[in-house]
């Protein structure tokens, strides 16, 4: 009697993983919280401020739950499979190490997607932010690069440390003051010297882009240029780091 096994098709074997990775991830209830319920909260008492803008406030908190699943999550998730050792043992095994990262990037994907889609429907509901099916479809060209640029990052810091502890300390070490200083730089709030950086960073063009879609205003090149430089720069760094045994 001969056994024969079938290798499952690329897309096939993908799409299984990528389900396994969104289990995974929603397993995990920091990475869950951080995701879906901490934006959600800081929308709410960012609303609360007698100032607020609320087309600004929630493309800000739309934009910083993008980047908790595709920065953070893609950071501690590759960290914490490092420290365990499953990538190494993963060299062993039929999968291919890039359908498991490729798996990893499309789930932090979706999960990252439909965190910034509830923020939006949470600023629709609680703030009355005005959606339009012409708005929502202007985001995809900002949502795609904005998720290259911080993604692309996250396998960075993911790949550069040992332990998940220690990506969680990166992380918050370097998002959260991201997320300060583009929200400090819409109320004037930093000096001239910084005021100048805030053009250049990620998340503060990723808003920008979600802002300028929601109005219907078109499509702004420069912060789709300046996340492209990030998107290509962090890739090219990433893909060099991934392709050592770690």
């Known amino acids: 009697m001969t056994i024969t096994t079938r290798t499952p098709a690329p897309l096939r074997l993908l799409a299984n993983e990528t389900g396994w990775q969104i289990r ?3 397993r995990d209830r920091a990475a869950t919280f951080f995701t879906f319920a901490f934006p959600s909260l800081v929308l709410f008492f960012w609303s609360r401020q007698s100032w607020q803008d609320i087309l600004l406030a929630t493309a800000f908190v739309a934009a910083l739950a993008l980047a908790m699943a595709a920065y953070a999550g893609l950071a501690m998730g590759v960290a914490s499979a490092r420290e365990v050792g499953l990538l190494k043992r993963l060299r062993s095994t039929p999968l291919p190490m890039v359908v498991h990262i490729a798996a990893r990037v499309g789930a932090c994907a979706l999960l990252g997607t439909f965190a910034l889609g509830l923020t939006l ?3 629709a509901f609680w703030l009355g932010l005005p959606l339009s099916l012409s708005g929502l479809a202007g985001l995809l ?3 795609v690069l904005g998720f290259a640029a911080l993604g692309s990052w996250g396998l960075v810091v993911g790949s550069l440390v040992r332990t998940a502890n220690a990506a969680s300390y990166l992380v918050n070490a370097t998002l959260f003051p991201l997320f300060l200083l583009s929200a ?3 109320r004037g709030m930093l000096p001239e010297w910084a005021a100048a950086l805030t053009p250049l960073l990620p998340l503060q063009n990723l808003a ?3 802002q300028t879609a929601l109005k219907g205003d078109g499509m702004l090149l420069h912060p789709l240029f300046i996340l492209l430089c990030w998107a290509a720069l962090g890739a ?3 893909a060099r780091r991934l392709s050592r045994p770690l």
Do not use: E, K, S
Request: hydrophobic share 65%.
């Open 184 to 186: 400090a730089a819409q």
């Open 236 to 238: 090219a760094v990433a």
């Open 121 to 123: 429907g949470l600023g």
């Open 141 to 143: 060209p900002g949502l």
């Open 24 to 26: 995974l991830y929603l």
């Open 208 to 210: 920008l882009l979600i």
